[in-house]
């Protein structure tokens, strides 16, 4: 059996994008506010629903169908994260928000724009890998102010840290509008 290559196998598990109406995004739960642990200062969450990558040990299964969850209009998320008050940014968690870029798009494009709001996100595939594959989920990168890109490995698991949960994470400090990474740590 020859060797996986891990690279070809990301760009076809991206390519499997969530299926929703225009309009709408597939949520594993409810909004989150004041939340302190998913980037800098306190922070609005939205946790997506569906991922393709299910890392062993992730501490979110229950987010890797994609047909569970809730689908939701867009506006209806835009209306409650308009109500959060005192927040510093909103992060993208899941789930895997790549798998649901449009929508995430639109979300984060909002936030920054009528709020304010600086825009993070999660995702179990590497950045080289959305450069890579382009269209929405690019466009998605390029909306953030910083990535923490690459699976949960549970052999590189370190509580220790911040904002990572394995040693092969990267926190990836973003230009808006490019995608440029300005920093990484």
Not at 21 to 31: E, F, I, K, Q, T
Request: proline residues 5%; hydrophobic residues 35%.
């Amino acid at each position: 059996m020859g060797k996986v290559d891990y690279h070809k196998l990301s760009l076809e598990k991206l390519a499997k994008q969530v299926e929703v109406p225009d309009g709408m995004v597939r949520l594993s739960g409810p909004l989150e506010h004041d939340n302190i642990v998913n980037g800098d200062g306190l922070r609005a969450v939205v946790w997506t629903q569906g991922c393709p990558n299910h890392c062993p040990g992730c501490q979110n299964p229950e987010t890797w169908e994609y047909c569970s969850g809730m689908v939701v209009p867009i506006d209806d998320i835009l209306g409650q994260l308009s109500k959060f008050k005192g927040q510093a940014g909103l992060t993208f968690c899941g789930g895997e928000p790549m798998v649901q870029a449009k929508a995430c798009k639109k979300i984060a494009d909002y936030v920054r724009k009528e709020l304010g709001w600086n825009v993070w996100s999660f995702s179990g595939f590497t950045y080289e890998v959305i450069k890579e594959y382009g269209g929405e989920p690019w466009e998605f990168l390029k909306s953030l102010d910083a990535l923490i890109d690459g699976p949960f490995i549970l052999k590189q698991r370190d509580l220790s840290l911040k904002y990572r949960g394995s040693r092969n994470q990267r926190l990836l400090r973003l230009k808006h509008g490019t995608g440029e990474i300005l920093a990484v740590e």
